[in-house]
């Protein structure tokens, strides 16, 4: 099962997802003969949901009546990002040997080492599937791209070990973690030890730099996390090409090691870190009107085009 947040008539909704359409959830319930909370928070109907085990339902139901269901096609819907408001927006950096070295770093061993974990405010960075991803006014010439999985938490999770961590899984998702690679605020300043650290932290922060989307697909439906092909595209040339099972830290183990010091709340996202192929690697940066499409195999295309800020 594949949810998605949709707007109609001005107005959020809930919907199955398809790469070809949405189907409204209230509608197909009402078809089905299901009742379903009248709300467009995913979370109902994920793991651990009030609405999830009638979600589930509507969806046998659905198979049986595709045809029958009320629809409108993606490339007509206006897809909203499928958790508005995440408390944290939680991302790692160098979790991908590959990505490691192409950006002139060294690769270590899972046991020799530990996740780097930093945040994006979700209340500013957060873009949607088919929205514009501003280029800064401030800093527009080394605008990146990153293809990672996001997961998506389902109930609260704090000290959790990495056999259990999965149970805490609503869903997951694709996160497009859109990167400033040379941001250098104030370029007059006088050096400090840690201005590297900072500048490529407050390159993470931009306006509408974080598209999540286009859907959540439920646990059911991706078994394996590690075993997830990803691609990501600028106007259709493949740059990124790899498999979450290239992974330094699995989504399990990142979830015992921040939940260790962290408590998860449900709607909080993991954006578990990008693959080798990114722009800045080979000299090439995002322009206005570029179209980006980061796919992952199981889940979807979170397509989006650049534009000027």
Known sequence: MKLCRYEQNGQARAGFFTSEKVIPLSTAAKSAGESLPDTDDLLEFLPNGAGREAALRVEIWLQANAEAAASLSVA?????????????????????????????????????????????????????????????????????????????????????????????????????????????????????????????????????????????????????????????SVNSTVHQDANTAMQIFPVAAVIEFVSAFVTLEPGDIISTGTAAGVGHAKGVHLQPGDVVEASIDGIGVLKNKMVSE
Not at 127 to 139: E, F, L, T, V, Y
Not at 173 to 193: E, K, Q, W
């Open 76 to 232: 007509d819907a206006k897809i909203l990002t499928p958790i508005p408001r995440p408390n944290k927006l939680l991302l790692l950096a160098g979790n991908y040997a590959k990505h490691i070295e192409e950006s002139g770093g060294i690769a270590v061993e899972r046991a020799r080492t530990f996740p780097y974990v930093f945040m994006k405010p979700p209340s500013t960075t957060l873009n949607r599937h088919g929205g514009g991803i501003p280029i800064p006014a401030i800093s527009p010439d080394h605008i990146d791209w990153e293809c990672e999985l996001g997961v998506v938490i389902g109930k609260r999770a704090k000290g959790v070990s990495e056999a259990d961590a999965l149970d805490f899984v609503a869903g997951y998702t694709v996160v497009n973690d859109i990167s400033d690679r040379g941001f250098r605020p104030n370029p007059n300043r006088d050096p400090r030890a840690r201005d590297p650290f900072f500048d490529w932290q407050h390159g993470k922060w931009h306006d509408g730099s974080c598209p999540v989307g286009p859907c959540i697909a439920c646990p059911e439906s991706i078994p394996d996390p590690q075993a997830l092909p990803l691609k990501l």
